[in-house]
């Protein structure tokens, strides 16, 4: 099997890891693709968000498979364009993929779906942002309605800077605060059969101890040992079969990765919100831990054949992933600085570039993920910090709490 994956971040080098190592795999390719990517891959200096430009590298190279890894180009209709000249493509169709596109156009599939989540109302001026902010108290939450990288999102006890952040957007939709510990399910999905990955969680803001501003993703672990028993079950019942359905009802058929982000609050499990693609560090440890051949579960579901997917085989032991971030992100990342230490196996590259004389420097936000597995959790913590140690770069930073809670049994449910 030809494989194209579009993409150059942390999500796309964990994918390129699990395409490389699937057996069936006997050519990946990978557009732009990443320093790290281009020892498993070939790369390809294409736009992934030009659908012209993408389907005419996936003609020219033979692709039997092509896996969008970002959000972007789905919403630019590249699946669209590639399946038109007939070769499958894992990631939903631009209009499948406004769940993720579209704050207010998922809140109106779930509530037409009957799916559990947050009351919210979509705004677009002052006053009708004020208003939801009144109604639904502090803590605020305030969603950009459109694509913002993973940092959209404000939850604050501060009214004026919610205000601001709406402003700031234009269109938003603001949602009453839903308390309880967070997880990201990943399901793998051709529009009708659907099948769960482990359940993983990430770590959204910057500072030790949940404080600072929203990032796109500080660190994440599977399994999640404290999870009530039966939650994927509940979770595919009562929230994925649901919207899929509804979707498939609207004649926008969703196939691909239906990101699930939820709050496992006192009332039981609550969608925050969807994702139409992998989620980006939670990738880097669920991938880690499945056995199966990533490229055909992949392909089963870009043609339709997921039903008839021998069942998912997982690793024994757990995975922790740690984001190292350059200085001054998310506000103002400095980029161009020299990394070392990050070579070998557990180094994803999420924002490097090769420099002209071959030097490995920052190029984003969020630079390295130190990822590793142990017997336990506790033993893939150590490993992941074991791994940070041995990265130098001048200002980073990353959090030191990466599943201590979990580690240390403090992760609690409301009552």
């Not at 939650?231 to 919207?243: I, K, S």
Request: net charge negative.
């Amino acid at each position: 099997m030809r494989v194209l994956l579009l993409g150059g971040g942390g999500r796309e080098h964990a994918l390129a890891l699990g395409l490389a190592g699937d057996p069936s795999v006997e050519q990946l390719i990978a557009a732009p693709g990443n320093p790290g990517i281009a020892s498993l891959a070939s790369l390809r200096d294409v736009d992934p968000c030009d659908p012209a430009a993408v389907t005419a590298l996936a003609v020219a190279s033979g692709a039997d498979l092509v896996v969008i890894g970002p959000e972007a180009p789905l919403v630019a209709g590249v699946a669209d364009a590639v399946r038109a000249k007939g070769i499958a493509v894992f990631g939903p169709s631009a209009e499948a993929a406004r769940l993720e596109g579209s704050k207010a156009f998922a809140k109106d599939v779930m509530t037409a779906a009957g799916v559990p989540t947050a009351r919210a109302y979509a705004c677009t001026d002052a006053a009708g942002t004020g208003r939801a902010l009144d109604e639904f108290g502090a803590p605020y939450v305030v969603k950009n309605d459109g694509l913002a990288a993973g940092k959209g999102v404000v939850v604050t006890d501060d009214r004026a800077a919610a205000l601001r952040h709406a402003e700031e957007c234009g269109r938003v939709v603001v949602e009453e605060y839903l308390a309880g510990p967070e997880v990201s399910l990943f399901v793998v999905t051709d529009g009708e059969a659907a099948v769960p990955l482990l359940p993983a969680q990430d770590f959204k803001r910057i500072g030790d101890g949940d404080t600072g501003p929203n990032t796109g993703g500080m660190g994440a672990y599977a399994p999640l040992p404290w999870t009530p028993p039966g939650l994927v079950d509940e979770v595919m019942r009562d929230v994925v079969h649901p919207t899929l359905a509804e979707l498939a009802r609207r004649g926008t058929p969703f196939a691909g990765l239906l990101y699930v982000g939820l709050a496992i609050t006192a009332d039981g499990p609550r969608v925050i919100e969807f994702n139409a693609r992998f989620g980006d560090p939670e990738t880097q440890v669920v991938l880690a831990l499945l056995e199966t051949p990533l490229a055909g579960l992949l392909h089963a579901a870009a043609t339709g054949t997921l039903a008839g997917h021998p069942p998912l085989r997982w690793r024994d032991g757990a995975a922790v992933t740690v984001v190292v971030a350059a200085e001054g992100y998310p506000a103002a990342p400095r980029t161009g600085d020299v990394i070392t230490g990050a070579q070998g196996p557990g180094i994803i590259h999420s924002g490097t570039r090769r420099a002209a004389d071959g030097a490995l420097l920052s190029a984003g936000g969020r630079v390295l993920c130190a990822t590793a597995t142990g017997a336990d959790l506790p033993a893939a913590r150590a490993a992941a910090y074991a791994l940070v140690a041995g990265v130098e770069l001048a200002g980073s930073q990353h959090r030191t709490d990466i599943a201590s809670a979990a580690v240390e049994g403090r992760v609690t449910i409301p009552a």
